[in-house]
Structures are given as C-alpha cells and as structure tokens.
C-alpha cells in the first residue's frame, strides 16, 4: 500500500514559478512510476508528467519545455518544477503511483494504482 500526500500548490502571477512535492508512505514506492494529473472544474483529469521506473519522462505537449518531473528515492518524494506558468495551468494537481511504462500506460489515469488528494494550483493573469 502506498499512500501519497501532495504540497507546494498556491496562487502565482503569470510568468512565474511553482515546485509541486508528493511524499510517499510504503517502501514498495521507489519500484513504482510516477504521474503528475491536473483536473480543472468540468473538466477531465488530464495527464501532465510521468516519470517510469526505469528513468524515462513523459510530458504533455502543452508542459512540455516548462514543466520537469524528477524523483528523490531517499526521500520517497517526486518533484514537478513548473516554470513559466500561464493561467491555462490553474487546476487541482495530482500526484499518482503505480507500475506504469510496459503494459500500463503513463499518460492514462487507469494506469496508476494509488493517488494523492490534490493540491490547487492558481495562475493568475
């Protein structure tokens, strides 16, 4: 079982810079891949980073060059560094583990097992 809580979330003017952190509970973790999901109101949870256990990354198109994903395994922590936020990326963000890459797919939320509850992240113009 892995239990995942997120932080770093909050209010940044366009042209900023927000980490996002997930913490981990359960030493099955650093064996897992990682996701990064966003979910705005009245909209579908859509994929935003993933990070395989094998070390490949995967990044929408519309993060792509601004957003990384990395991971600490000592600290049972994965990172998402946003830079360059633009009010399009306000939404609920969500971290999520599971054996993704393979069979799983990275960037479907049916491919993870376990969830965070979210954090609110808001870009204001």
């Known amino acids: 079982q892995v239990q995942l809580v997120e932080s770093g979330g909050g209010l940044v003017q366009a042209g900023g810079s927000l980490r996002l952190a997930c913490t981990a509970s359960g030493r099955a973790f650093s064996t897992y891949g990682v996701g990064w999901f966003r979910q705005a109101p009245g909209k579908e949870r859509e994929f935003v980073a993933g990070?395989?256990?094998?070390?490949?990354?995967y990044y929408a198109d519309s993060v792509k060059g601004r957003f990384a994903i990395s991971r600490d395994n000592a600290k049972n922590t994965v990172y998402l560094q946003m830079n360059s936020l633009k009010p399009e990326d306000t939404s609920v963000y969500y971290c999520?583990?599971?054996?993704?890459?393979?069979?799983?797919?990275?960037?479907?939320?049916?491919?993870?097992?376990?969830w965070g509850q979210g954090t609110q992240v808001t870009v204001s113009s």
């Open positions: 999520a583990a599971g054996p993704v890459g393979g069979v799983r797919p990275v960037a479907r939320p049916g491919g993870y097992d376990y």
């Open positions: 990070l395989i256990w094998a070390g490949g990354t």
